[in-house]
């Protein structure tokens, strides 16, 4: 799955209940595309319908993150992209067990306004750094 950065909340961020949404990118990669390791079947249900189903892989968060979450999802380093996308791969364990999270000096993350809990919201903004008032 690519991306360019990705959004994580925090509990207790905001007042009554809100949580503080963070955007999360990797620095010095002037909004470059990475990739999150991820799983797709095709399968039927039940009722004979075919169905298309995918996931995004989770990982315990870097430092930086735990603060914000537990978890995040599993990036994939450059290099291992090609391999995972690999449709011969036999053994996914053993190529999960060379993939680690970004380098903590590689992870931006920042607050941002809580506009993009509304699916009415879109635009550059919606990655902006909070602002302090």
């Known amino acids: 799955m690519p991306a360019t950065g990705y959004y994580e909340w925090q509990a207790g ?10 955007f999360m990118e990797l620095a010095d990669s002037d909004k470059e595309l990475f990739a999150f390791a991820g799983l797709y079947d095709i399968w039927r249900g039940p009722d004979g319908q075919e169905l298309q189903s995918y996931t995004i892989l989770t990982t315990e968060a870097t430092p ?13 380093p450059r290099a291992a992209e090609e391999r995972w996308l690999d449709p011969e791969l ?13 380098p903590a000096e590689r992870v931006h993350l920042y607050p941002v306004s809580t506009a993009v ?10 990655i902006a750094p909070l602002t302090a008032a």
């Open 13 to 22: 961020g905001g007042a009554k209940g809100t949580k503080q949404p963070f």
């Open 117 to 126: 809990n509304n699916v009415a919201h879109d635009g550059p903004a919606l």
């Open 64 to 76: 930086q993150l735990a603060a914000v979450h537990a978890r995040m999802p599993l990036i994939l």
């Open 90 to 102: 036999a053994d996914p364990v053993q190529l999960l067990a060379r993939i680690q999270p970004p």
